[in-house]
């Protein structure tokens, strides 16, 4: 079956620094990957979308120079988080449909735990 | 917009209880719905689906009917099990699979021996 892998898994980094998320699909092709945020006990929220070879589009309240999103292959898509703060502290999570499925569920990612400290 | 209500956990069932997961939503349209579920520390896996009214998604003993007049996607299982233990998310999505998917806040769902 499709399936989309993160790295890293977990992440601890200082405030201030900057983070990067991968997410790959491992056998697909993905022209268009989505990055949401999930908070303790909250639902996905969708950051942006992630478009292969073009700008990410970017949720309304998403800051687009924070949160950075390259998607320069059809198997990956990458997410940084740039001068990170504690309340940038979140589960991350990418998900990729398959550009040749029939089907057409979005495969998620195990996910990326950041801690700012 | 879009939106997904379900009722909020956490739900504690014995083994082998009856479960039933409420969800609603709101959509322009006819979405497709689907349930995912989300294992301790793990990723979101796709449980179910259903793309219009009247279909029933089922899979590893979990069902849930797509109900228009109702705007309703409920989550049922007949016999639970320890290892069905996780946060089930009810989620919908209108268009095809590059429009986003919307999410319900999840339900946890523990179930002891």
């Known amino acids: 079956g499709a399936v989309v892998s993160q790295h890293p898994s977990r992440v601890i980094c200082k405030s201030g620094t900057s983070v990067k998320i991968e997410c790959r699909s491992l056998?697909?092709?993905?022209?268009?990957m989505f990055w949401y945020r999930q908070f303790p006990k909250q639902s996905l929220m969708l950051m942006a979308t992630?478009?292969?070879?073009?700008?990410?589009?970017?949720e309304q309240g998403v800051e687009k120079d924070k949160f950075l999103i390259n998607h320069a292959s059809l198997t990956l898509s990458t997410l940084t988080v740039t001068s990170a703060h504690p309340e940038d502290s979140s589960f991350y999570i990418c998900?990729?449909?398959?550009?040749?499925?029939?089907?057409?569920?979005?495969?998620f990612g195990p996910g990326t735990r950041l801690t700012v400290t | 917009g879009n939106s997904v209500t379900q009722m909020e956990g956490p739900v504690t069932l014995s083994e082998e209880a009856f479960l039933t997961i409420n969800c609603t939503y709101t959509a322009t349209g006819y979405p497709s719905l689907f349930w995912y579920v989300q294992y301790p520390g793990e990723g979101l896996q796709l449980l179910l689906k259903?793309?219009?009214?009247?279909d029933k998604g089922s899979n590893k003993g979990f069902e849930a009917t797509y109900r228009k007049e109702t705007t309703s996607f409920h989550l049922e299982k007949g016999s639970v099990q320890v290892s069905d233990s996780a946060v089930y998310f009810c989620a919908l999505r209108s268009g095809g699979g590059y429009q986003k998917v919307t999410f319900g806040t999840g339900t946890k769902l523990q179930v002891i021996p």
């Open positions: 056998d697909f092709q993905a022209t268009t």
């Open positions: 998900s990729a449909r398959d550009n040749f499925a029939a089907a057409e569920e979005q495969y």
């Open positions: 259903a793309t219009k009214a009247d």
């Open positions: 992630s478009n292969e070879g073009s700008k990410a589009t970017y």
